[in-house]
Protein backbone atom coordinates (compact mmCIF):
# COMPACT_ATOMS: atom_id res chain seq x y z
CA UNK A 1 0.00 0.00 0.00
CA UNK A 2 1.22 3.47 -0.98
CA UNK A 3 0.71 5.82 1.51
CA UNK A 4 1.62 9.57 2.71
CA UNK A 5 3.49 9.54 5.80
CA UNK A 6 0.37 11.29 7.51
CA UNK A 7 -1.71 7.96 6.34
CA UNK A 8 1.41 5.79 7.50
CA UNK A 9 1.20 7.05 10.93
CA UNK A 10 -2.46 7.58 11.38
CA UNK A 11 -2.44 3.60 9.92
CA UNK A 12 0.25 2.81 12.64
CA UNK A 13 -1.50 5.03 15.37
CA UNK A 14 -5.19 2.45 14.36
CA UNK A 15 -2.99 -0.55 14.34
CA UNK A 16 -1.58 0.32 18.16
CA UNK A 17 -4.95 0.75 19.25
CA UNK A 18 -6.38 -2.41 17.64
CA UNK A 19 -3.37 -4.53 19.43
CA UNK A 20 -4.38 -2.63 22.56
CA UNK A 21 -8.06 -3.76 22.00
CA UNK A 22 -7.23 -7.16 21.64
CA UNK A 23 -4.88 -7.50 24.35
CA UNK A 24 -7.83 -6.04 26.40
CA UNK A 25 -10.26 -8.16 24.97
CA UNK A 26 -8.13 -11.41 25.68
CA UNK A 27 -7.51 -10.04 29.83
CA UNK A 28 -11.51 -9.91 29.50
CA UNK A 29 -12.21 -13.67 29.03
CA UNK A 30 -9.53 -14.78 31.29
CA UNK A 31 -11.05 -12.78 34.12
CA UNK A 32 -14.30 -13.71 33.13
CA UNK A 33 -13.03 -17.40 33.43
CA UNK A 34 -11.55 -16.57 37.07
CA UNK A 35 -15.24 -14.88 37.62
CA UNK A 36 -17.13 -18.19 37.16
CA UNK A 37 -14.61 -20.42 38.92
CA UNK A 38 -14.63 -17.93 41.88
CA UNK A 39 -18.56 -17.71 41.70
CA UNK A 40 -18.63 -22.07 41.55
CA UNK A 41 -16.76 -21.74 44.93
CA UNK A 42 -19.20 -19.68 46.53
CA UNK A 43 -22.05 -21.25 45.81
CA UNK A 44 -20.05 -24.72 46.85
CA UNK A 45 -19.09 -22.73 50.10
CA UNK A 46 -22.78 -21.13 50.63
CA UNK A 47 -24.01 -25.02 50.16
CA UNK A 48 -21.52 -25.88 52.51
CA UNK A 49 -22.59 -23.25 55.00
CA UNK A 50 -26.25 -24.84 54.63
CA UNK A 51 -25.96 -27.74 55.25
CA UNK A 52 -23.56 -27.30 58.44
CA UNK A 53 -26.10 -24.45 59.90
CA UNK A 54 -28.70 -27.82 59.82
CA UNK A 55 -26.27 -29.76 62.45
CA UNK A 56 -27.36 -29.49 66.00
CA UNK A 57 -24.53 -30.12 68.66
CA UNK A 58 -24.41 -33.29 69.07
CA UNK A 59 -23.87 -34.33 64.93
CA UNK A 60 -19.94 -34.69 64.52
CA UNK A 61 -18.08 -32.74 61.66
CA UNK A 62 -15.02 -34.52 59.87
CA UNK A 63 -12.42 -32.16 57.37
CA UNK A 64 -10.52 -34.28 54.73
CA UNK A 65 -6.87 -33.05 54.86
CA UNK A 66 -5.00 -35.23 52.20
CA UNK A 67 -5.98 -38.72 52.95
CA UNK A 68 -6.99 -38.38 56.22
CA UNK A 69 -10.73 -37.29 58.02
CA UNK A 70 -10.14 -35.17 61.00
CA UNK A 71 -12.78 -34.19 63.06
CA UNK A 72 -13.52 -30.92 63.39
CA UNK A 73 -15.70 -28.65 66.12
CA UNK A 74 -19.61 -27.45 64.36
CA UNK A 75 -19.05 -23.68 65.39
CA UNK A 76 -15.37 -24.12 63.79
CA UNK A 77 -16.10 -25.49 60.87
CA UNK A 78 -19.07 -22.53 60.09
CA UNK A 79 -16.55 -20.11 60.87
CA UNK A 80 -13.86 -21.22 58.46
CA UNK A 81 -16.78 -21.54 55.69
CA UNK A 82 -17.94 -18.17 56.69
CA UNK A 83 -14.51 -16.58 56.54
CA UNK A 84 -14.28 -18.66 52.60
CA UNK A 85 -17.68 -17.06 51.68
CA UNK A 86 -16.39 -13.44 52.93
CA UNK A 87 -12.86 -13.66 50.74
CA UNK A 88 -14.50 -14.91 47.79
CA UNK A 89 -17.16 -12.07 47.53
CA UNK A 90 -14.71 -9.61 47.89
CA UNK A 91 -12.27 -11.39 44.93
CA UNK A 92 -16.08 -11.35 42.97
CA UNK A 93 -16.17 -7.86 44.00
CA UNK A 94 -12.54 -6.99 42.55
CA UNK A 95 -13.25 -9.16 39.61
CA UNK A 96 -16.47 -7.08 39.03
CA UNK A 97 -14.48 -3.60 38.99
CA UNK A 98 -11.53 -4.88 37.31
CA UNK A 99 -14.00 -6.25 34.02
CA UNK A 100 -15.91 -2.96 34.29
CA UNK A 101 -12.75 -1.49 34.06
CA UNK A 102 -11.26 -3.24 31.40
CA UNK A 103 -14.47 -3.03 29.44
CA UNK A 104 -14.27 1.03 29.81
CA UNK A 105 -11.05 0.87 28.18
CA UNK A 106 -12.20 -1.30 25.53
CA UNK A 107 -14.38 0.92 24.71
CA UNK A 108 -12.25 4.03 24.61
CA UNK A 109 -10.12 1.91 22.34
CA UNK A 110 -13.12 0.82 20.55
CA UNK A 111 -13.61 4.98 19.76
CA UNK A 112 -9.93 5.37 19.13
CA UNK A 113 -9.48 3.13 16.14
CA UNK A 114 -13.10 4.70 14.72
CA UNK A 115 -11.28 8.32 14.55
CA UNK A 116 -8.52 7.15 13.21
CA UNK A 117 -10.04 5.15 10.49
CA UNK A 118 -11.81 8.03 9.53
CA UNK A 119 -8.81 10.36 9.15
CA UNK A 120 -7.30 7.59 7.55
CA UNK A 121 -10.00 7.77 5.20
CA UNK A 122 -10.20 10.99 4.54
CA UNK A 123 -6.59 11.82 3.88
CA UNK A 124 -6.74 8.41 1.56
CA UNK A 125 -9.44 10.03 -0.21
CA UNK A 126 -7.63 13.95 -0.37
CA UNK A 127 -5.23 12.14 -2.23
Not at 64 to 91: A, H
Request: charged residues 30%; proline residues 2%; aromatic residues 6%.
Amino acid sequence: MNMDKNSAALYKKMQTEVESYQNLQKSCVKMVKQRALLEGQLNENKCVLDELNLLGPDNKVFKLFGPVLVKQELEDSRQNVGKRIEYISKELKSSTDTLENMEKDMLKHREAVAKYQQQWQVAAAMK
